[in-house]
């Protein structure tokens, strides 16, 4: 279970060469916490164009007609930006809101990957967690995680790697490249681990919640921003904060939670219209165009930069299929979490 861990996941888009910096925790605005310029939809990946379509806002083509209309030419309006409001809305409108299904179990599958320091190079570390929650009363949780392996993770890396003999085991490696506990990472994909805890409840925001309560949250937007921001009992409650680190808090803590709801809880699919309409009202929020997440699955990204306590910054990206509204992943520079499946099963699930 130490695997769950450290095995966090690494962006596998856009990232440049031999960087991946060290995991970062999510901030608050006055003390260390856990945890580019907007550009057009970008041309070759037409179904962020359809998550838009929609909601009748104009996307801007990657290449410019042959014929580009003339200045003078009044009749033609001029291509618009799309923004991470455009995006999160017109999720809420592809979001399914049938009739909401159930069954004997909540199963998340999520594939973790991170980028580990080993030395002259880096790693890229994947791990596969599977929770089965049991939804009847007193039921418990059985967590499947397996390593799925390691190697190089990136092409520089790859060279320094062979370079080295090609191994295929490393020790982790801290600061100033001292060994980290003695852990050591393998490229094979390791055994099925099973555990079971005996609390079945969910976690959201802090605070655990029953199935029947998890079903009950709220589906209006406004309300659900409400009762997330009730169940955050440290916003300002120290008396230390000034109304600008409260808010600016409140909005990451609600960007934060909304993977929570989109991606690991069992809520009503109205629910999840609701979150993405209260995202879509957050301010900082930056659409980035047509992104993949780490298993190269393409979708639109809309990213949120948190504050450190020191200044810097830590952006996170959020990414969405275009056609279903369906969130597929979290990522930041150095990790990455994938959903791979969320299902009702009446099946009962693997045990030790």
Excluded at 113 to 125: A, R, S, T
Excluded at 176 to 195: C, D, H, M, N, T
Excluded at 297 to 326: E, F, M, W
């Amino acid at each position: 279970m130490q695997l769950i861990a450290e095995a966090r996941p690494a962006v596998l888009d856009d990232t440049p060469d031999r960087t991946a910096p060290s995991f970062s925790d999510q901030p608050a605005p006055v003390r260390p916490a856990r945890r580019a310029a907007r550009r057009l939809v970008l041309a070759g990946l037409p179904t962020v164009a359809a998550v838009v379509a929609g909601m009748a806002v104009v996307v801007a083509a990657a290449n410019p007609p042959a014929e580009s209309p003339s200045p003078t030419d009044r009749s033609v309006a001029p291509a618009q930006p799309v923004t991470a409001r455009d995006i999160l809305l017109a999720a809420a409108e592809r979001t399914t809101t049938g009739a909401p299904t159930t069954g004997d179990y909540w199963v998340t599958t999520v594939e973790l990957h991170h980028v580990y320091d080993v030395g002259d190079y880096q790693v890229l570390g994947r791990s596969e967690v599977q929770t089965w929650h049991a939804l009847g009363s007193g039921g418990d949780v059985t967590s499947v995680v397996r390593w799925l392996g390691a190697a190089p993770a990136t092409d520089a890396d790859r060279a320094t790697w062979r370079a080295a003999g090609s191994p295929t085991k490393w020790a982790l490696t801290g600061p100033e490249g001292r060994r980290s506990g003695g852990r050591e990472l393998s490229a094979a994909p390791g055994p099925r681990e099973v555990s079971v805890m005996s609390d079945g409840t969910f976690e959201l925001g802090g605070t655990r919640l029953t199935y029947a309560q998890v079903r009950a949250l709220p589906t209006d937007p406004d309300r659900l921003r409400a009762y997330l921001i009730e169940l955050d009992d440290t916003t300002g409650r120290n008396g230390t904060w000034t109304p600008d680190q409260i808010a600016r808090w409140r909005v990451e803590m609600l960007f934060s939670q909304s993977w929570t709801l989109l991606s690991q809880l069992p809520v009503a699919p109205s629910v999840r219209v609701a979150t993405y309409r209260m995202l879509a009202g957050l301010p900082g929020l930056t659409a980035e165009g047509n992104v993949r997440d780490a298993k190269g699955r393409a979708g639109a990204g809309i990213s949120y930069a948190y504050r450190n306590a020191d200044g810097s910054s830590v952006r996170t990206r959020l990414v969405i299929d275009p056609d279903s509204g369906s969130l597929l992943a979290r990522q930041e520079k150095s990790e990455a979490s994938v959903l791979i499946g969320s299902r009702f099963s009446n099946a009962a699930p693997p045990r030790p």
